[in-house]
C-alpha cells in the first residue's frame, strides 16, 4: 500500500552504466527527500547519494563523485539514480529511503535511522 520499489539493478562490466528507480506508491514523493544507500556483502550499509524533496539539492559519498548521478521527477513519483563508470566496488544492494522533511541535503544525507520508507532493495553486481 504505503510503499517504495527499486528497479534497474543488474549485472554489468566495470565501466558500464546502469539506470536504477525508486518509485512510490500510496504516498506523494514530492514531499519526501529521498537517499540511496548500498550494502556490500559484510560491509556496513552506506549512503550514497541524497536529493531534497523539490530536487534543488544533491549530496554524494566521496567515492561515486562524478560518476552517479541522483534526480527526480515528482510528477512520476519516481528518484532515479544513474549509475556511469561502475567500479567492482560498487557491487552490492542498493535501497532507496524517504523521509519527510523539506530541507537541503547539500551539508549531507539524513542517517539510515530516520526514515519513513524503504524499499526492498535492488542487486547491482560490478565484475569483468
Known amino acids: 500500500q504505503l510503499q517504495l520499489v527499486e528497479s534497474g539493478g543488474g549485472s554489468v562490466q566495470p565501466g558500464g552504466s546502469l539506470r536504477l528507480s525508486c518509485t512510490a506508491s500510496?504516498?506523494?514523493?514530492?514531499?519526501?527527500?529521498v537517499t540511496w544507500f548500498r550494502q556490500a556483502p559484510g560491509k556496513e550499509r552506506e549512503g550514497v547519494s541524497c536529493?531534497?524533496?523539490?530536487?534543488?539539492?544533491?549530496n554524494y559519498v566521496d567515492s561515486v563523485k562524478g560518476r552517479f548521478t541522483v534526480a527526480r521527477e515528482n510528477d512520476k513519483n519516481t528518484v532515479y539514480l544513474q549509475m556511469n563508470n561502475l567500479k567492482p566496488e560498487d557491487t552490492g544492494v542498493y535501497y532507496c529511503?524517504?523521509?519527510?522533511?523539506?530541507?537541503?541535503?547539500?551539508?549531507?544525507?539524513?542517517?539510515?535511522?530516520?526514515?519513513?520508507?524503504w524499499g526492498q532493495g535492488t542487486q547491482v553486481t560490478v565484475s569483468s
Open positions: 529511503a524517504a523521509k519527510d522533511i523539506d530541507r537541503p541535503v547539500s551539508r549531507g544525507c539524513w542517517p539510515s535511522s530516520e526514515y519513513d520508507y
Open positions: 500510496g504516498f506523494r514523493l514530492v514531499y519526501y527527500a
Open positions: 536529493i531534497s524533496s523539490g530536487g534543488e539539492s544533491t
